[in-house]
């Protein structure tokens, strides 16, 4: 797994998000870095030939426009099924493309690549918000696209080559660019160098010969969607359910505004923003995994293995405690498991990665068996909620 710690470095966890998540802009340089990401052509190759992909998937642009995917895909008629067709990767029309300076993009890599989508979980835990990564290929010179603003925050990592990077002053919207404006950041951006950059930031980037690069984009939870929810949770009070009208006096209509004012006042507050954030989370959609023969009946876990919780946003508020039961909110479901098991599903969410064999030398007493912490963790590779990668 990787530690967001070393993305950082030298920032610390801590510094970055008080001074510039979701606020300013800031480049991590090479030196002292001890952060590098295993990804080469080979990769690149290995994916491109061996994978069936939508035609949304995989784009090739050249100076903001996308070429016709016509021309990246070519289209074969299934045996089985001759109404059907598959698209598959045209090489030598992508391979003609690429020789023109156009730039090759994947989207959602993190679904091909472990290594990458480690990254992703990794930067997801720091962020709490669902990440995407879309990777970019390109030779000599070229320009995927021209300076331009994008509506949702974004690290970008240098994994091969290196690309010149100019970066501007955010604005609200993407339509008050002023191109006299000078750049607050223009440089290129070497191999194991990293961007953030918060929605709103324009830029551009201009590769320097054979280049890849990874963005990794979340988009915000922001105030209008806390909002939304509130008036959904209020929807059956009466208050909203009264009419009102151009016929009501004017001392009914501010006594109705009174009324509304009270019941937001009393439901827009610190508790029901937790609660929003921690329903939120805790809705946050699962990465499929398998963990064949494990979930298996009779096929023994190894105590050597290590898991990880299958979610990279849970927080502790995810368990709650009803009866002898401990109720679990994640993956945008309720699970229910005895109030035995609360202290290993605590230890989970907060450690997120751990051996099997800290469970049982840590909680194996009269209450539960070793046997019984193993049997819990075979359930919860059931069921999805952690994989084991060792």
Same mark, same amino acid.
């Given at each position: ?54 035609? @949304? ?5 050249? =100076? ?25 990767? &045209? ?7 690429? &020789?023109? =300076? ?12 472990? &290594? ?17 990564? %879309?990777?970019? +290929? ?14 949702? @925050? ?9 690309? @010149?990077?100019?970066?501007? %002053? ?21 191999? =194991? ?15 320097? =010969? ?26 059956? %009070? ?20 009174? &009324? ?36 298996? @009946? ?65 909680? +194996? ?26």
């Amino acid at each position: 797994m990787y530690s967001t710690s070393n993305l950082l470095e030298p920032i610390d966890i801590e510094k970055f998000k008080n001074s510039y998540l979701s606020k300013e802009f800031i480049h991590f340089s090479n030196s002292n870095r001890k952060f590098a990401l295993s990804f080469n052509w080979d990769d690149l190759n290995e994916i491109l030939s061996r994978r069936r992909f939508y035609t @949304d998937q995989v784009r090739v642009v050249k =100076g903001g426009q996308d070429i016709d995917f016509e021309s990246i895909f070519s289209f074969r008629t299934d045996n089985k099924n001759p109404n059907q067709k598959i698209a598959y990767l &045209n090489n030598v029309g992508i391979n003609r493309l690429m &020789n023109d =300076g156009c730039t090759l993009i994947v989207h959602a890599v993190e679904e091909l690549m472990e &290594n990458i989508a480690g990254l992703v979980y990794a930067i997801e835990s720091l962020v709490h918000e669902k990440v995407q990564a %879309n990777l970019y +290929a390109c030779f000599g010179k070229g320009q995927g696209f021209d300076v331009h603003w994008d509506n949702h @925050d974004v690290f970008v990592l240098q994994v091969l080559g290196s690309k @010149d990077w100019t970066v501007y %002053n955010p604005t609200e919207n993407k339509d008050c660019f002023n191109y006299l404006e000078k750049p607050i950041w223009s440089n290129v951006l070497n191999q =194991g160098e990293l961007l953030y950059m918060p929605r709103g930031y324009w830029h551009e980037a201009k590769s320097i =010969g054979p280049t890849i690069h990874i963005t990794f984009g979340f988009t915000n939870r922001r105030v209008e969607h806390y909002i939304k929810w509130v008036l959904r949770e209020l929807s059956l %009070n009466a208050i909203f359910n009264s009419d009102l009208n151009n016929y009501h006096t004017r001392e009914l209509k501010l006594e109705v505004l009174e &009324n509304i004012k009270e019941v937001l006042t009393k439901n827009i507050n610190e508790s029901s923003l937790e609660k929003y954030i921690g329903i939120t989370d805790a809705k946050s959609p699962e990465r499929p995994y398998f963990n064949f023969p494990y979930v298996l @009946d009779g096929e023994t876990l190894p105590v050597d293995s290590i898991i990880v919780i299958n979610s990279s946003r849970i927080q502790l508020k995810a368990l709650q405690t009803k009866g002898d039961l401990v109720i679990f909110n994640i993956l945008n479901r309720q699970w229910k498991f005895s109030l035995t098991t609360k202290p290993i599903l605590e230890r989970l969410i907060i450690k997120r990665q751990l051996r099997v064999s800290e469970l049982v030398k840590d909680f +194996a007493d009269e209450e539960l068996t070793q046997g019984q912490i193993i049997q819990l963790i075979k359930d919860l590779l059931k069921l999805g909620l952690v994989r084991k990668i060792k």
